[in-house]
C-alpha cells in the first residue's frame, strides 16, 4: 500500500513506479480482468526491469487484483455482481467496527495526516477539471485514507483484513464507473471530510454514521452500473474511447 507520508512530487522507487504503472493499465482498461500477462510484457509495456515488476505484481496479488500461477501466469482477476455485493458489505462492516475503538485511539499525528488525504483528494478531484489523469493518485490516497482510519483502531488483525479487500474495491468501482461526475466528486469530498472531522471529535456515533453514508452511496451508485450491460463490461470490458474510459470518481 502506498505510503500517504511520503510527498506527491517526492521522487518513487522502482517498484512504486511498477506498481502504480500497472494499476493505470487496469483504470485504462489497457489491461481487463481476466486478461494474461507476464512480468516481461508488463516490463516492456512500462519500460521497467523485471526485479520492480515483480515486487509490484506481488503487493497487487497480495490486494487482490491480481492472481500468479505457473500455468497461467498473471491474470487481473475478474469479479461478478455478487462478489461486489461480499465485497462492499464486508468493507462497511469493518469500518463500523473499527469506528468505535478509531475514536479512543486516533493519535493527532493519524488524525492529522488523514485531514492532509482529505486535502489531497481534493486536488486530485474537485480542484482538478482533469481528475481522471490523476486516477491512479487518487485510488492511492483513497485506500491510504480509509485503511488508516481502520488502523487508528489498534487491531492490527482487523488493519490487515480490511487491506486485503480495500484496493481490489477501489479498482472494482473505477473499472464499472463510466465518465467523470463532478457533483459525485464532490458529494464524496463532502462525505470525507465529514468522517476527518467525526474522528477528530472523537465522535463514534458520528463517526459510524459518516462511514456507512459514504459506503452506501458509493455501494448504491455501483451497484446500479453493475446490470446486465455494464457486468460483462467487468469481466470482459469492450474497448472505449478515452473520454467514455474515464474513471468517475466517486470513492
Given amino acids: 500500500m502506498p505510503n500517504s507520508e511520503t510527498p506527491e512530487k517526492e521522487t518513487v522507487s522502482e517498484t512504486d513506479k511498477a506498481y502504480n504503472g500497472i494499476l493505470e493499465l487496469v483504470l485504462g482498461h489497457q489491461l481487463r480482468p481476466g486478461e494474461r500477462t507476464s512480468v516481461m510484457l508488463l516490463a516492456s509495456r512500462l519500460n521497467l526491469g523485471r526485479t520492480p515488476v515483480k515486487e509490484a505484481i506481488t503487493r497487487l496479488q497480495t490486494e487482490g487484483l491480481l492472481s500468479v500461477s505457473e500455468r ?3 491474470t487481473v482477476n475478474a469479479i461478478d ?3 461486489a455485493k461480499q465485497l462492499f458489505a464486508l468493507r462497511q462492516v469493518l469500518e463500523d467496527f473499527a469506528a468505535e475503538q478509531a475514536v479512543k485511539h486516533a493519535t ?3 488524525i492529522k495526516q488523514l485531514k492532509e488525504l482529505a486535502k489531497q483528494m481534493r486536488r486530485q478531484s474537485v480542484d482538478n477539471k482533469g481528475h481522471s489523469l490523476l486516477s491512479t493518485r487518487f485510488v492511492n490516497s483513497n485506500v491510504t485514507f480509509h485503511a488508516l482510519i481502520v488502523a487508528a483502531s489498534g487491531n492490527q488483525y482487523l488493519a490487515r483484513l480490511y487491506t486485503q479487500i480495500q484496493m481490489h474495491v477501489q479498482i472494482v468501482t473505477y473499472l464499472i464507473s463510466r465518465g467523470d461526475d463532478p457533483d459525485a466528486a464532490a458529494a464524496r469530498q463532502k462525505e470525507h471530510e465529514a468522517i476527518v472531522a467525526a474522528l477528530a471529535g472523537r ?3 458520528r463517526l459510524k454514521s459518516a462511514l456507512r453514508a459514504h459506503a452506501q ?7 446500479q452500473n453493475f446490470d446486465s450491460e455494464s457486468a460483462p463490461a467487468v469481466k470482459q470490458p469492450p474497448r472505449r474511447s478515452a473520454a467514455e474510459s474515464r474513471p468517475r470518481n466517486i470513492l
Wanted: hydrophobic share 35%; proline share 5%; glycine share 6%.
Fill in 72 to 74: 497461467s501466469g498473471t
Fill in 217 to 223: 452511496t458509493t455501494a448504491r451508485i455501483i451497484l
Fill in 81 to 83: 455482481v455478487e462478489e
Fill in 108 to 110: 493527532p499525528a493519524q
Fill in 203 to 205: 465522535d463514534a456515533k
